[in-house]
């Protein structure tokens, strides 16, 4: 629940699905100049999901709003890594 009140887009803002599969679900949530990407793996197993700049019209670096750690871009695509049934918040920062 921090994170919903930290964050504003997360409770009230828009959605735009990324990634629906089997094995992963994302989401990008939007309210005024803030985005996040919410992704989740859906199975028991590590993964590591690619999107491309292009799926999210964004080139720059995801934050990860838990760990502060951070996912950059690479030939085009943001790599995330996920242990299984892991979910991460990751802002792009503008």
Do not use: C, W
């Not at 990860?64 to 918040?89: E, H, K, M, W």
């Amino acid at each position: 629940m921090t994170l919903r009140a930290q964050h504003p887009s997360l409770a009230q803002g828009t959605r735009n699905n990324v990634v629906a599969t089997t094995s992963a679900y994302a989401d990008v949530k939007t309210s005024g100049d803030e985005s996040i990407l919410y992704i989740v793996n859906t199975t028991a197993t590590n993964q590591t999901i690619a999107i491309s700049e292009d799926k999210l019209s964004f080139s720059g670096n995801l934050n990860d709003l838990q760990t502060n750690g951070s996912v950059t871009l690479a030939s085009g695509f943001y790599n995330i890594d996920l242990a299984p049934f892991q979910a991460r918040f990751l802002l792009l920062e503008q």
